[in-house]
């Protein structure tokens, strides 16, 4: 093969590389959900802009950071949430899926908010590389609910008292 053929190559498979890393920017900028990846040691590798966002932190400061010491280090009641028991490190653990609803992730302030995410293992040749978790804020439909059912319970209250009195609709 001819120095020109193959440089000719080179640069073809360098602008098919290209395409193919801009359009999976693209993906990754115009998804509606927080996204991002770690490697075996948790540490985050990549992450969206979106994600970025809802945890208030921006793209280059959660790179290479301890996702679970970074976002997922205490339960919504509170307590220390051990990384033993985080969800994200039994995908890297056991290469399995996990699935979670009504959780809590932590944002740059201090503040929470309610998640579900999917946290699904990459894997390379068969073996696990990292995870990819993908993320949405559930605070205002878990606030819609918790709010019907305080209104549930005044209203039950209000009926059982006037039943007791004996009050009767006119």
């Not at 115009?30 to 945890?55: C, Q």
């Amino acid at each position: 093969m001819s120095d020109h053929r193959v440089r000719d190559e080179r640069r073809q498979a360098e602008e098919a590389l290209a395409r193919l890393r801009r359009q999976y920017e693209l993906i990754l900028n115009s998804a509606g959900e927080g996204i991002y990846g770690v490697d075996l040691d948790g540490n985050f590798t990549f992450i969206n802009p979106k994600g970025a966002e809802l945890l208030k932190w921006t793209v280059a400061e959660l790179l290479g950071k301890p996702a679970h010491a970074t976002i997922h280090h205490t339960k919504s009641d509170g307590s220390k949430y051990p990384v033993e028991a985080c969800p994200v490190h039994a995908s890297l653990r056991t290469g399995a899926t996990q699935r979670v609803t009504n959780d809590a992730f932590w944002r740059k302030d201090g503040t929470s908010f309610r998640v579900d995410y999917v946290s699904a293992p990459i894997k390379e040749g068969g073996q696990t590389v990292g995870a990819v978790v993908t993320f949405r804020d559930i605070t205002e439909p878990f606030r819609d609910i918790t709010e019907r059912k305080r209104a549930e319970k005044r209203l039950i209250g209000l009926l059982s008292i006037g039943i007791s009195r004996g009050d009767r609709p006119k």
